[in-house]
C-alpha cells in the first residue's frame, strides 16, 4: 500500500507468464513475457509501433532498471503460458518459447493449445513463432520448458518438461480414461533440432508426477525453467515447479516445490546395438544381485564377497 518498498517484488504490474534469463551472450538478465518495465513511455511506444502484448526487456542485475523494452508482436502469439526464452552459442541465436492457438481442422485430434517458437538475433527483433509441439485432442499442450543436458549435449539437443492440460473429464488416449478434468501433467522431452520440434518420450506418463489427493502438488505441475545439479549432491538434478492442489481452470492455491531425479533419468539409448558380455570372476562367499529395470535393461553386481586372508584366492569383482 501506498507505494512502500518494504516487499519482494521486483517488477510491478508484470502479467502472466514472465520468463527471466541471464544471458551470457550480453552479460545482462533477460526477460520475456507480458513485461512492463519502470520506463512505461518506452513500453507504450513499443505499443504503439507493433502492437500486441507479448515483450523482451532487459536489466543489469536482474532486480531492478527493467529498460530496453521491446515488443515482441511479431510473433504472433497471445503468450497465455509460462513464456521462456534462452541464447544458444551453437546457433548463435536467441530462442523464445511461448503458446499458440489453431483452432482449425487439426484441433480435433492435437487440440488447441500448441507450443511455438521464434528466433532473434539481438533479442529484440523476432520472427514469427512456430508451430513446434502439439498434444491430443483434450489433452492440450500448454507449455515447454527447453534446457541444455547438464553434460555430452551436442549441438541443437535439448531436453524439455511438457505441460499438459487434460480439459475432459475422460483423460487422454495416451493416459488414463479415469484423469481428473483440470489436471496438468509434466512429460519429459526431446529435440534435436534446437526446439525446432519436439518427441514426447513417454506419452502420458508424468515426468514429475502429482502427490496424493489433498497434498499440495495433486492436480497441477508446471515445472520452472532450466533444471540444475545439485551443488551439495553431485548426480542429482533439481526440478523446481510450481505445484496446486486445485484444477488448472478453477478454485486452487500455488505452492513452490521441488522434485529430485539422478542425472542418469535424463540418459536413454534408442536404436539397433550389440550387447557385450564379459566374463567375471566368482567370489567366494559372494552375493549376486539381478537387477532389472523398466525398458529391458539388466545389472549384475556383486553386493558382498570374502578374500583370503595375505591376497590369496578369490578376489573380489
Not at 251 to 268: C, I, K, V, W, Y
Request: with cysteine; hydrophobic share 35%.
Amino acid at each position: 500500500p501506498n507505494h512502500s518498498k518494504a516487499n519482494n517484488i521486483v517488477l510491478a504490474n508484470a502479467a502472466l507468464g514472465n520468463g527471466v534469463f541471464y544471458d551470457t551472450n550480453s552479460g545482462l538478465f533477460r526477460q520475456f513475457g507480458h513485461s512492463v518495465c519502470e520506463a512505461a513511455s518506452e513500453m507504450e511506444t513499443a505499443h504503439a509501433r507493433h502492437g500486441g502484448t507479448l515483450a523482451v526487456s532487459s536489466s543489469a542485475d536482474g532486480i531492478s532498471n527493467w529498460t530496453q523494452c521491446t515488443s515482441a508482436a511479431t510473433m504472433d502469439c497471445e503468450g497465455d503460458t509460462t513464456n521462456n526464452a534462452l541464447w544458444d552459442g551453437d546457433a548463435q541465436r536467441y530462442f523464445a518459447f511461448t503458446r499458440i492457438d489453431n483452432g482449425g481442422a487439426s484441433a480435433k485430434t492435437l487440440g488447441t493449445r500448441r507450443e511455438a517458437r521464434s528466433v532473434s538475433a539481438d533479442f529484440r527483433t523476432w520472427s514469427k513463432a512456430e508451430e513446434v509441439l502439439h498434444g491430443e485432442a483434450d489433452y492440450e499442450a500448454y507449455a515447454a520448458v527447453p534446457f541444455k543436458p547438464p553434460v555430452g549435449a551436442r549441438p541443437g539437443f535439448y531436453l524439455g518438461l511438457g505441460m499438459f492440460y487434460n480439459i475432459t473429464a475422460g483423460g487422454s488416449t495416451a493416459w488414463n480414461t479415469s484423469a481428473d478434468r483440470g489436471k496438468v501433467y509434466c512429460e519429459l522431452l526431446r529435440s534435436t533440432t534446437y526446439g525446432a520440434n519436439w518427441t514426447r518420450l513417454a506419452p502420458g506418463q508424468p515426468f514429475i508426477p502429482h502427490g496424493g489427493a489433498g497434498s499440495l502438488d495433486s492436480h497441477t505441475t508446471y515445472a520452472a525453467a532450466r533444471p540444475f545439479e545439485s551443488p551439495d549432491a553431485p548426480g542429482t538434478m533439481l526440478f523446481y515447479y510450481a505445484g496446486g492442489n486445485g484444477p488448472h481452470s478453477g478454485p486452487r492455491r500455488n505452492f513452490m516445490m521441488l522434485a529430485t531425479a539422478p542425472t542418469s533419468a535424463l540418459a536413454g539409448y534408442v536404436g539397433p546395438g550389440v550387447v557385450l558380455t564379459h566374463a567375471v570372476q566368482a567370489c567366494e562367499g559372494g552375493r549376486w544381485l539381478v537387477h532389472h529395470t523398466a525398458g529391458g535393461s539388466v545389472r549384475v553386481a556383486v553386493t558382498s564377497s570374502t578374500r583370503t586372508a595375505g591376497g590369496g584366492g578369490p578376489g573380489q569383482v
